[in-house]
């Protein structure tokens, strides 16, 4: 009989027997995997957490018992569970998020889905709930094995372990995974843990006994249990990490054993004192083609045949990331100097072929972008040249050591920034909006960002060949577009995308925003506007013929796909107003928001970021008071939405 239809919150969970869960949990795998094959997101982590997340809330009472999700990625089961069952539009303008969001329901904590910080969330709340009062709420963390390779994760442990007398679970979801196997010597540790299967299945048996027993049974299992962990550790070495953090510890146990997942957390729950909860999952659980996937484990679909796990639809252009992973294999086989680092996402990143044609030249340092960087510094003091690859929304956990790492000391260092600018559908904590804005106060520092696939190759080798400075190459998340060759290169490396006899308006188009500029570029020459259309290739520095442009044009242009404040549009009208040069700019990019998710079509289109508006915004100010000019006879400006987007001659 089904039964997730009928679950409109947590207490409905609370008549059902242990039986009844384990048929529910069925049921969410089902649907799990029917919903999500059509809307894509993450499939992997959420078919591992169902009887832990069924667990969780039949012992705890969200929202009462705040929790929280580290990533947040793995809470497709918890929303269910939560009353929000239409998956029909998951992911897309209107529909859930991918990640928790206070907006869909109070049970939702943590918005952010940066990896590593719900404990320290958790430390604060907890912390916050017993300084008022409130002692008899828990706070509950989940946190992936994944996480515990953050240095946050260790800096909240630390402090969660100096203040005892407060109700707050920790449950570490270990799956031996983050996006890919988690890697480095905590996760060896973990491993070891996993299998000892003397230790697991002695302490599994043992909870599920004295929980069986009732409370009397339960005190007299925590008091010798300290005794018997020690012995078992000699055996799995396991307790001494949490015992000398002075945090009580359960487990390991079968996150996917829903009795003994109950019995452990009501242990948990009892203490009133902070306590950690092993337990052991399998990312992708009940689903053949994620589990056969030994790359990810379906870690983030997009759409796909829910029988066969097949992606659905033909193949098109290639990735910015696979032009960038076979463009820097072509590097290393030249420049043995050359190393890639990456940050627990060896193949999202592209240095999966890297890695496997020199395996010695890779490190990856797990969920750990910090250490990342400034590791980098430290190759390149010695002798080498780091290629970090990193999302664009992961760069601003490292900024620091961007800033006094790598350019105080004038390392060279590359940056590669994938999924830069909108992203779409993964919503506010992962579009890459800020790095612009933030990364061009580095002193010292060169930013490239490619508009197509040739000019990524290029700069991508220009960048590594700087040995005394960071740069910086960036490209957004999807395909490649059609290649865009130059009119004329000048002699700073400037490309003229097209060029006009009349100098109304100089477009500056940053990396794939070109396109649109060209696009901007014809619709303006039909209303009798002369258009010059440049790409910086390098954004930052500005180099000196966007200034000789800009003062020979009577209205400078910049378009970005990153936020306007401080972006690279500012930087331009900072350079001419040194340079003397008063040509009006408009700097035209992504609001200083927090940006839902949406398809990166919608949030362009809300911004002004389309031919038709910033066509019609230039025609304005051209024609009107502020630049006068004398309106080509037969125009209409009321037409300008209805202009076709035929590319300006050169």
Known sequence: MPRLGSIGGPRDLDALSVEELEDLAQEIRDFLIENVSRTGGHLGPNLGVVELTLAMHRVFDSPNDPMIFDTGHQSYVHKLLTGRQDFSRLRSRGGLAGYPQRSESPHDVVESSHASSSLSWADGVSRALTRTGRKDRHVVAVVGDGSLTGGMTWEALNNISDENDRNLVIIVNDNGRSYAPTIGGMARYLNRVRTAETYRHLHEGSATLFGRLGPAARAVYRGVRGGTHGFLSRFTNNAALYSNLDIKYLGPVDGHDIGVMLETLELAKSYGAPVIVHAITEKGRGYQPALDDEADQFHAVGKIDPLTGAAVGGAGSPAWGDVFAEELLAIGEEREDVVGITAAMLRPTGLLPFAQRFPDRVYDVGIAEQHAVASAAGLAFGGLHPVVAIYATFMNRAFDQVMMDVALHRAGVTFVLDRAGVTGPDGPSHHGIWDLAMLQIVPHIRIAVPRDEARL???????????????????????????????????????VLVQSDAKDVLIVGIGPMAHLAVDVAGRLRAQGIGATVVDPRWVVPVQPSIVDLAASHRLVITIEDGIRVGGVGTRVRQVLREAGVDTAVDELGLPDEFIDHATREQILEDAGLTAAKIAQDVVSQVLGTRIPKARPEGSDLSAVDDWESTPPRP
């Not at 290029?458 to 740069?471: F, G, H, K, N, Q």
């Not at 910086?472 to 002699?491: H, I, M, T, W």
Request: aromatic residues 2%; charged residues 35%.
């Open 457 to 495: 190759r290029e700069e991508l080798r220009e960048a590594v060949a700087v040995d005394d400075a960071p740069t910086v190459v960036r490209f957004p998340k999807g395909s490649v577009g059609a290649d865009l060759p130059a009119v004329e290169r000048l002699s700073d490396g400037v490309d």
